[in-house]
């Protein structure tokens, strides 16, 4: 591990738009070098009161009776999808579609959970067996995962009864992708705000890495 000093000299180095983009996208920094990049703001002239606040908020985790409480504020919020409920839960789908495995994370109500849990049931009933085309296609990942179907089916429906278990893990990517925004607001605005972004910006994330596997 590099001294004080030399974290310092390192970052010293870099150029503005290296900083600024460190400052902007600061998650998981180590603490020790949280003080240098806010120097380094400062020294050149680069800070502003919001950027400097937004690198100690991203990295400033809640725990205890305060995460308890943020949890609270984001199972009362409106469901995104019926905008009817409010009793927020997280759910995990994993399914088969074309023949390809593919999985999605949302937050939403659980009547709209359960709903989408059986849609994507449905899914790997009805599209997960197209994947056999594969063979003709001399695609062996579609096939391959067309084969899966079965245990797949077996799984969603385990799944579909037992899934309260994925509800503190969907909790806990959701709050450490967005700490800096829940520190600056608890508001219901901001909370539906940014569950409808996570939603969106999981499925794109999983698409994306699904192509990019091809």
Known sequence: MNTPKETAEFYADKDDEYILRLARHPKG?????IPVLVAELKRRNLDDNALIRWITDENNEFADTELDNVKYRISISLCPKCKKNNDITGFVNRYIEFGEIKEETILV????????????LLTTLTLGLSGLFGVFIFDGRRTYGAFLVPFYMIYQVINLLFHENENDTVYKDFIEANTGYLRRSLSDN???RLIKLYNRDERASKRNRQKSKR
């Open 29 to 33: 920094l180590r603490k020790d070098i």
């Open 190 to 192: 901001n909370i539906s």
């Open 109 to 120: 109500c659980k009547s709209c959970g359960i709903k989408q849990k059986k849609k994507r």
